[in-house]
């Protein structure tokens, strides 16, 4: 199954990436990358899906046919 989820993601003054969503619980990620953060926040955000699932907690969205996607294009 594919959940869609918002990450909010914001860059810290050392530089590095922090990733937090508001519709998973407990998801935190921070990388040195764009990239590297939301790598690691798709990890983190299986694992904890996963782990809500086994409790019978699973009250993601499905991924639909269609989504919005925001696509970042620099000039």
């Given at each position: ?8 993601i ?26 590297e ?12 899906i ?7 907690d ?18």
């Amino acid at each position: 199954m594919e959940h869609m989820i918002q990450l909010h993601i914001e860059k810290l003054p050392e530089g590095m990436y922090l990733a937090t969503s508001d519709e998973v619980q407990g998801l935190i990620a921070q990388g040195r990358t764009l990239q590297e953060t939301i790598e690691i926040a798709r990890d983190v955000a299986k694992k904890l899906i996963e782990s809500q699932t086994d409790f019978g907690d699973d009250m993601l969205p499905l991924l639909g046919e269609s989504f919005d996607y925001p696509l970042v294009v620099a000039v």
